[in-house]
Antibody, heavy 121, light 110 residues
Framework: DVQLVESGGDLVQPGRSLRLSCAASGFTFDDYAMHWVRQAPGKGLEWVSV????????GYADSVKGRFTISRDNAKNSLYLQMSSLRAEDTAFYYCAKASGTMITAAFDIWGQGTMVTVSS | QSVLTQPPSASGTPGQRVTISCSGS????????VYWYQQLPGTAPKLLIY???QRPSGVPDRFSGSKSGTSASLAISGLRSEDEANYYCSAWDDSLSGWVFGGGTKLTVL
């Protein structure tokens, strides 16, 4: 079975950094692009970032551009999100999602259970 | 304010047919596929419809999707209590070079 397990969520002060990880299993990781999508408490879904199968193409939402960095390690079947200069409005559940194809224009078809990031002093 | 526009709520009684709309523009729905996701309370989203009207294996044929111009719709027939959830539409946006979502529609089964 396809499984995505996020980790790294925590309570962090504004302006600090945090790194999220997503461990993938049950599929050939380097055959697919990967996404991060977030959901603030009681709010809707917001796409955050996407990385192509080999990391050659990357996209970010305007709300995180310049502060967040997505990366992947295909040898470790892992996806990462380095978050810096965190703000209160970054508080959300962060989901890792597998894309349906190799490129950043491929939609999310399988989602992890998410990890909570709380930005507060 | 979401790029794609959905009604915040919808409702129906068991057995009824309900539709949820999703309105966009030429840079997203007008030129790309639409996807629908179901999020049951306290759980992660699940893909319900892909490429406008295709159902992943395991999704009942009570769920169907359609697209016309810059709008799309999700229809649920034979409504059941377990369909009570939040539903989101999504599409790639060529102008933003990124993915966009609708604000979500909370479906209540009366």
């Amino acid at each position: 079975d396809v499984q995505l397990v996020e980790s790294g969520g925590d309570l962090v002060q504004p302006g600090r950094s945090l790194r999220l990880s997503c461990a993938a299993s049950g599929f050939t990781f380097d055959d697919y692009a990967m996404h991060w999508v977030r959901q603030a408490p009681g709010k809707g879904l917001e796409w955050v970032s996407v990385i192509s199968w080999n990391g050659g193409s990357i996209g970010y939402a305007d709300s995180v551009k310049g502060r967040f960095t997505i990366s992947r390690d295909n040898a470790k079947n892992s996806l990462y999100l380095q978050m810096s200069s965190l703000r209160a409005e970054d508080t959300a559940f962060y989901y890792c999602a597998k894309a349906s194809g190799t490129m950043i224009t491929a939609a999310f078809d399988i989602w992890g259970q998410g990890t909570m990031v709380t930005v507060s002093s | 304010q979401s790029v794609l526009t959905q009604p915040p709520s919808a409702s129906g009684t068991p057995g009824q047919r309900v539709t949820i709309s999703c309105s966009g523009s030429s840079s997203n729905i007008g030129s790309n596929y639409v996807y629908w996701y179901q999020q049951l309370p306290g759980t992660a989203p699940k893909l319900l419809i892909y490429r406008n009207n295709q159902r992943p294996s395991g999704v009942p044929d009570r769920f169907s999707g359609s697209k016309s111009g810059t709008s799309a719709s999700l229809a649920i027939s034979g409504l059941r209590s377990e369909d009570e959830a939040n539903y989101y539409c999504s599409a790639w946006d060529d102008s933003l070079s990124g993915w966009v979502f609708g604000g979500g529609t909370k479906l209540t089964v009366l």
